[in-house]
């Protein structure tokens, strides 16, 4: 099962180098695609500096939120690892009322390892692990809504 989720993911790295080329811009991803194959597109659409595929890809509050890759220097990622997606509470079972969910009726993490290129002082160049929190809706598309180191 493992093997047969991130396979999307491998079809999705060449894109990651064209993508860095200055190449066709990114695709928009249909509503079922899995979170993992979200992630790859987002970090493509961030190599290749194509702002509005990331914003396609991203809820509202993060894209106000002007953090994360999107919102830095332009990047280049290579050997892109990625972790199959881990469920997240919703406020339905969390704990203590609050939920990374948001209000959002799924929520999940990737977690991708990566090597950046073109870093600065607060994401440096180098061996890179970045976590991104995805959400969605009613079955429809996953966005990223979070991300961050570790």
């Known amino acids: 099962m493992r093997a047969a989720r991130l396979l999307p993911v491998l079809v999705l790295i060449p894109l990651l180098a064209v ?6 811009r990114v695709p928009t991803l249909a509503a079922g695609s899995p979170p993992e194959v979200v992630v790859a597109t987002y970090l493509a659409a961030v190599q290749a500096g194509d702002e509005d595929a990331a914003r396609s ?6 894209e106000a939120s002007g953090s994360g890759l999107a919102a830095g220097p332009a990047v280049s990622i290579r ?7 881990e469920e ?3 406020d339905e079972d969390a704990p203590t009322g609050e939920s990374p969910a948001g209000g959002h009726d799924e929520a999940v993490d990737v977690r991708a390892t990566f090597v950046l290129g073109g870093g600065d ?3 440096p160049d180098g061996p890179t692990v970045w976590s991104f929190l995805l959400v969605r809706d009613d079955g429809g598309p996953w966005l990223v809504t979070g991300e961050g180191g570790g």
């Open 79 to 85: 050997d892109l690892l990625l972790e199959p997606a």
């Open 19 to 24: 993508a860095g080329c200055g190449g066709p």
């Open 57 to 62: 890809l991203s809820t509202p509050e993060h």
């Open 121 to 123: 002082a607060s994401l």
């Open 88 to 90: 997240r509470p919703t």
